[in-house]
Structure formats: C-alpha cells, structure tokens
C-alpha cells in the first residue's frame, strides 16, 4: 500500500512555496547565487523510517547547523565541566555574529552563535590539535550520523574564507580573552570548513533523529553521541538554536532545533522524529523562511509541540 506520508509533505511544501518572503545569505557570495526556488522536507523517524518530498537529493552547505554537533564532540573530547568553563549556555538575543561575551566569565553567551562555535571547535580532539585532526574528526563523526560520507564544499569554503573578517576578528578577541588557547586564525579556518560540509535534507533528518533517539543512530543502532552530550545539546538548543527569533520558535513550534544560513533547519523531537527543511531565502534573523514554515505546519499538524 502506498504511504500516504510522501503525498501529504509535498502539499506542505507546496503551501510553503507561496511565501516568497527573504532573500538568501549575503555575505558569502555562493550563498547569495544559490537557486531560491529549491525546497526540501524529510522526517526520519526513531523507527528508522525516512520520509522525503521536493529536492532531496539537493546539497547545500551545513553551516551552523554543525555547531549543534560540534559542541556534542566538544563534550565528549573536552568533558562537559571543561566546556562549560569556557561556552556559556544563555541565549544573547543578539544576531548569530555578534561577540557575546558573557560579562564576568568572559565566555561566549553560548554554543550556538559564532562566537561560542569557534571556541566549540578549538576544544575537539584537543586544544593543541592541528587543524587537519579537528577538521576529520567533525567530518567524521557527521558523515557518521548521515549515514555516508560528507565532503566540504571547497567553493564554499574559499568564499566564506576570504571574506571572513568578522570571524577571524572574533577569534581574536576569543584569544585575547583567554577562552581560546590554540592560534585563532586555524580555529576559525576550521570552524568556516566545518560550516562548508555539504549535505541534503534526508541527511539532516537522520543527525537530527540520532538526537532524537538518545544518540543511537535510527539505521545503524550505534551509539554515536553520548546520551549525556545528547541532553546538553538538546537543551541549548531549544534556548539558542533560532538565535534571536528562540522564544518565537518556542512558543510557535515547540520543538529543539538549529538553523544553518545555507537555508537548512533541523528539529529534533525527542523519541520520535527527527525534522529537515531547506529552502535558500532567510529572514532578517538568519533562518530560512520557507523552513521555519514547514516546521510551524509540521508542528500543527502531527501536533508535535512539546507542551
Ligand atoms: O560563521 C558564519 O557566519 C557561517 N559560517 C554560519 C552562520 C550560520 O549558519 C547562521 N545561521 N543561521
């Protein structure tokens, strides 16, 4: 018998087509050339069922999305009390590139804006580890949970690298202000190609439904994440993961999730689906309009807020 799944997430794409709100990411110049007609959901569920409509063979770059990872890999190489000394977990209510230095501590607000993912990649493997180990070990572990291997998008990396003025200025000031340790120039570097590694939609479900599932990949039934990194994850991002728009998320969508400036979102329902939606254009916040409108619907419909 036919599922009537595929059926029913191509209308939801087909509603969220009519919004032609936004416009794709400006400063990295790929991004700003992206095709804004694409659209993609997927759902992976801790069954292991996938589910998919639209361009879901489409790929684009991760970006921010990967800070959710990197902080887990972040807990497991540094331990948690590590991490915590160094990346705050308070939301900044400010856009995702600002500083956001806690005032005290001197740490980044949390591990979700650039700041607190730069100091999240300068802590993987090891503070003293070359950029190369960082860099495999990140892409490692989400091809991983994507169940194949990932590639970084050189294109994307070159354009983000050259003009990556505000980061390698944040790094500096991460330097200065002894959070991190290791030259800022190589953490930034790593972090911008850990932003450049390219997935699709269905990828995505299945890292969000490894979440989801306590850290067990659906598929593969590996323990990929810690459950422990998986609760601290979790939870930052239902605080921080839609930067400045979090409490909005929260209220109208209710469930964890983390946006990426390429047009992707992930949300992760705890035990039992693992949601991803991309579409180019992005709103004065940074996520993807047609996505966060996928999520809203999805929400609605399968009733999948937490409260
Ligand atoms: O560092 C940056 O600005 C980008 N590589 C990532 C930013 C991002 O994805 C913000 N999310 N919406």
């Not at 990556?164 to 944040?170: C, P």
């Not at 330097?175 to 340790?181: E, F, H, S």
Request: hydrophobic share 40%; net charge negative; glycine share 8%.
């Amino acid at each position: 018998m036919k599922s009537p799944i595929p059926d029913y997430l191509q209308h939801v794409l087909d509603k969220a087509r009519d919004n032609e709100a936004g416009a794709p990411a400006a400063y990295i110049d790929v991004l700003a050339r992206a095709d804004t007609s694409k659209l993609a959901v997927a759902l992976a569920m801790v069954d292991g069922n996938l589910y998919s409509a639209g361009d879901d063979q489409v790929e684009f770059s991760i970006q921010s999305i990967s800070k959710a990872f990197v902080y887990a890999l972040a807990i497991e190489d540094a331990g948690l009390p590590r991490v915590l000394e160094k990346i705050g977990v308070e939301p900044s209510g400010d856009r995702f590139n600002q500083l956001s230095l806690e005032r005290g501590t001197n740490r980044p607000m949390n591990p979700m804006i650039n700041a607190g993912a730069i100091t999240a990649h300068s802590l993987v493997v090891a503070p003293n580890a070359t950029a190369e180990a960082r860099t495999e070990r990140i892409l490692k572990s989400l091809s991983r949970l994507a169940g194949r291997q990932l590639h970084v998008d050189e294109e994307v990396y070159e354009a983000e690298l050259k003009d990556a003025d505000r980061n390698m200025g944040i790094g500096h000031m991460l330097k200065a202000a002894g959070i991190i340790t290791c030259d800022p120039r190589e953490a930034v570097k790593g972090y911008i190609r850990q932003c450049a590694i390219n997935v699709n939609v269905k990828d995505l479900a299945m890292m969000s439904a490894t979440l989801c599932n306590a850290g067990v990949h659906p598929f593969s039934g590996e323990q990929i994440i810690p459950h422990a990194s998986v609760r601290q994850v979790l939870s930052v991002m239902t605080t921080c993961g839609m930067y400045d728009a979090a409490g909005d998320w929260v209220s109208n969508v209710g469930i964890p999730a983390k946006s990426g400036v390429a047009g992707g979102i992930i949300g992760t329902l705890p035990g039992q689906v693992g949601i991803a939606a991309f579409s180019p254009k992005l709103d004065e916040r940074g996520n993807s309009v047609r996505g966060v409108a996928i999520c809203e619907q999805l929400s609605r419909d399968m009733g999948l807020h937490m409260m």
